[in-house]
């Protein structure tokens, strides 16, 4: 069997890769991607530890975020549309006003 | 056989991961991120967690993602540019921070050995009353309210994106 710490190493891995994609990209919808990458992160280490701990509420949690993932992205996406409707951008460094 | 199957599915996983955050292109970032998932459902069932593994397929790649690319063509936002980032050294510094934080997980996720109390789902036992039995049977016994709270919380999802995605009258 693979060790559990392979499991969280990766899991760290694709964290910090979404990490990097939300500091470094300046598209608002490669940011969004990034965070999308980051919760499937935390579920990868949420599903390795119910493995290992034989029990079943990892799974149960990864469940959850993924709900909450799709609310997030269905209520995100209609935020940047109505950004892009307001500014004609998705460049986060134009949108710099609270007020349109 | 695991191992190698691990290793093939964090490597195409990894690797597609960074291809996300380098293409310059919008819909090709979407498309490599749908290759991530697929990979993190495959380390799923590795995981003996079938039920979450398709549920990853059909949430995550499917719906999630069309949703994306739906969004990224409807925007047609064209290419990203190269220069003129309003912080200074944003990229760098934020590089360094990253390679810090990732040695600190690194060095944690090694040193720490995880000691709990087990619970009774041992991968025998999951096999003989089926995944998706079982792990239904935790979710509608201990985790009903959750769920229920869930419910509310998709509805309340798309009564939002409804209302902010309308046109201004």
Known sequence: MVPLSYYLLLSAVLFSIGVVGVLIRRNVLIMFMSIELMLNAVNLSFVAFSRFLDSLEGQVFVFLVMAVAAAEVAVGLAIIICIFRNKATVNVDEINLMKG | MELVLFVIFGAVAVASAIMVIVSRNAVVSALFLILTFFCLAGLYVLLNAQFIAALQIIVYAGAI?????????????????????????????????????????????????????????????????????????????????????????????????????????
């Open chain 2, 65 to 169: 993602m069309v949703l994306f690319v739906f969004v990224v063509m409807l925007l047609r936002t064209g290419k990203e540019a190269r220069r003129g980032y309003r912080l200074i050294f944003q990229k760098s510094i934020g590089m360094i921070f990253v390679v810090l934080f990732l040695l600190l997980l690194g060095s944690i996720t090694l040193m720490v050995a995880v000691t709990g109390m087990r619970g009774p789902y041992t991968a025998e036992a999951v096999r003989n009353i089926g995944n998706t039995q079982a792990f239904a049977s935790v979710l509608f016994t201990d985790y009903l309210y959750p769920f229920e709270i869930i419910s509310v919380l998709l509805l309340v999802g798309i009564i939002g994106a409804v209302v902010l995605a309308k046109k201004k009258r």
